[in-house]
């Protein structure tokens, strides 16, 4: 044995185990050989409802009742030797009350032979539940008015802005695609359009009377996306209803797949089998059932990367991309700025009843040589921002002392041929917001940087940048 490694046996007693294993967020339990459950951290305990004093020593399947020796993770891991990774489950302890987790599960070895197994939970029952009541929320919306379903539909082909050549061509090439059922794949950089593209190709198509249904891969668990996705069958797991999944919903109309790019293999492979087959089966049920539903995804990374790094299934791929399109960055597309500008101060004005004209050449000249890592989605709230502060007339160079904390506020911030004026009426506008910050959060910089939406590290740099002594406000 090393040194180090026998100082740190030295160090790490069981209690301090013990105590790592208490602060987790995740839940830990230990099981022997014998199924004797050895080890139950704090946090177990809280997200099952049970003291560790009445746990520990007991038998597993006495805890849990309803778990069975071939359902549950710690008997396969012991009986089998292997881990297993992120697998969901549902179960009621033995008060009655239903568990929803993601466990992975680990075998303890020695010479080749299992001792026990740990397993970490991570808690989804509110996850869960919030995704139930969006399914049973979309089926209410669903049952009651079948024709006007797509409340959350907001935008057509005449919503996008820009007259320029790139954005027309998309336009007109996505306008052609909107009447076939043809799947589309749309890659874009974050905040360029790609939700109002895909809304756009549903209200131009025949079936913009249907159902319109986005779901994003990336918010949920791959178990909970899977049952949303397809649907799931009374009894399939511990507390499954009869309930029909997102295909079966959009039956008729266009399924949005946002951010393809953060969905697990697995369901990939899924989903492939929806797409070719057009039949979906509910989970745990016997019997497929056939849906007519045109598939438009979206990714924020490029796909070449993602087939590269094997994020993407080839064959999901070719099967998603028979229309491919790339919305282009607001930077290489720098003539609709103007445009965008004066239609996000339409907006902006109408909303705060205001009676702003426009901006000076100035402004418009630093909009136009940024390079907007936020595009369009960047561009509006800066709008939005400046618009709280003037009230009327042309927004000038010094109303940027207004912008909030931000990548396009920093980039001004640095420009050394900006009037020295305006800068040092930024510098003492942001001064007096880091001091009002600081005095109502009593000198807590964690505090005050949540306050103004910033990261703590930038705070204290400017903190430094400004001389501003935090222990004053304390
Ligand atoms: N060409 C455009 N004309 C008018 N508004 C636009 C245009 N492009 C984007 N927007 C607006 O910008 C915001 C961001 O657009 P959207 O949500 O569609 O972007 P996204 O590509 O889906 O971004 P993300 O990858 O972050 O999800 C929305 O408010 C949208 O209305
Ligand atoms: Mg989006």
Not at 27 to 49: A, H, M, P, W
Not at 100 to 118: D, F, K, Q, Y
Request: aromatic residues 8%; positive net charge; proline residues 3%.
């Amino acid at each position: 044995m090393s040194n180090v490694e026998t100082r740190l046996k030295e160090i790490i007693s069981f209690s301090t185990i013990k105590q790592i294993f208490d602060a987790l967020d995740e839940g830990i339990i230990i099981v022997d050989r014998d199924y004797n459950i050895i080890f139950y951290n704090k946090t177990l305990s809280r997200i099952e409802g049970l003291e560790s004093n009445n746990v520990i020593g007991k038998k597993l399947l006495d805890v849990f009742p309803s778990l069975t020796p071939e359902e549950s993770t710690i008997y396969q891991v012991i009986k089998s030797g292997k881990p297993i990774f992120n697998r969901y489950q549902s179960y009621l302890n033995y008060k009655g009350k239903e568990i929803r987790t993601i466990n992975s599960t680990i075998p303890i070895m020695e010479n080749g032979r299992v001792l026990g197994a740990l397993e970490i939970s991570r808690d989804v029952s509110e996850v869960y539940s919030l995704s139930q009541k969006v399914l049973e929320l979309q089926q209410k919306l669903i049952g009651k008015k079948p024709r006007s379903v797509n409340i959350g539909l907001r935008y057509t082909f005449d919503s996008i802005i820009g007259s320029s050549q790139k954005i027309r061509e998309l336009v007109g090439l996505l306008k052609k695609v909107a009447g076939t059922t043809s799947s589309v794949l749309i890659y874009g950089e974050t905040g360029t359009g790609k939700e109002l593209f895909a809304q756009s190709i549903h209200s131009a198509s025949p079936r913009k009377n249907k159902p319109f249904i986005a779901q994003n891969c990336a918010a949920l668990p791959e178990t909970l996306l899977e049952s949303l996705l397809f649907g799931t069958t009374k009894g399939s797991f511990t507390g499954a209803e009869d309930k029909p999944g997102l295909f079966e919903q959009a039956d008729g109309g266009t399924l949005l797949l946002d951010e393809i790019n953060c969905m697990g293999l697995s369901l990939q492979s899924k989903l492939l089998r929806v797409l070719q087959e057009g039949v979906v089966r509910r989970i745990g049920a016997t019997f497929d059932i056939p849906v007519d539903v045109r598939i438009v995804a979206t990714t924020n990374e490029r796909p070449e990367e993602l087939l590269k790094s094997g994020r993407l299934r080839s064959d999901l791929f070719y099967r998603l991309s028979v229309i491919y399109v790339e919305i282009p960055p607001l930077r290489e597309r720098l003539e609709d700025i103007e445009e965008l500008v004066d239609y996000f101060i339409k907006k902006y004005n109408e909303k705060f009843g205001k009676n702003v004209k426009g901006v000076e050449r100035q402004v418009m000249n630093l909009f136009k040589e940024y390079s907007w890592p936020g595009n369009v989605r960047e561009l509006e709230h800066v709008i939005e921002g400046l618009i709280n502060f003037v009230d009327d007339g042309y927004i000038s160079v010094s109303d940027l002392k207004y912008l909030s904390f931000g990548s396009f506020k920093n980039y001004i911030e640095k420009k050394p041929e900006l009037p020295s004026d305006v800068k040092s009426q930024v510098y003492e506008y942001e001064k007096d917001l880091i001091v009002n910050a600081l005095k109502s959060t009593g000198g807590n910089i964690t505090k005050a940087a949540q306050k103004l939406g910033i990261k703590r590290q930038s705070l204290q740099y400017r903190l430094k940048k400004y001389g501003i002594d935090k222990e004053l406000y304390r």
